[in-house]
């Protein structure tokens, strides 16, 4: 019943931007806690960035001053705005919501960040 689609990932060079997207369907989007985890290959997933239905935003140290999490609730939609990115961004971008039967994921979106 919930799904969430990410899409904007690609190759990006060090410094470069991104934005990614997840459009959600079979929640309450307006009062959805949205968030976005990262994995890169053979370490765990991690929480980048969290935005609450009141607008409030949460952000890894890591990305802090960097990336930036917003909502378009008329679109049923979390971005992820990535600025000045690293190497060490590489990884797939999940977005996530809760439910009443636990974490609801996306399908992951590449980003690789490359010379």
């Known amino acids: 019943q919930v799904q969430l689609v990410e899409s904007g990932g690609g190759l990006v060079q060090p410094g470069g931007s991104l934005r990614l997207s997840c459009a959600a369907s079979?929640?309450?989007?307006?009062?959805?806690?949205m968030d976005w985890y990262r994995q890169a290959p053979g370490k765990d997933r991690e929480l980048v960035a969290r935005i609450f239905s009141g607008g409030s935003t949460d952000y890894d140290g890591s990305v802090k001053g960097r990336f930036t999490i917003s909502r378009d609730n008329a679109k049923n939609t979390v971005y992820l705005q990535m600025n000045s990115l690293k190497r060490e961004d590489t990884a797939v971008y999940y977005c996530?919501?809760?439910?009443?039967?636990?974490?609801?994921w996306g399908q992951g979106t590449q980003v690789t960040v490359s010379s």
């Open positions: 996530r919501t809760g439910t009443v039967r636990g974490p609801a």
């Open positions: 079979g929640i309450i989007f307006s009062i959805a806690t």
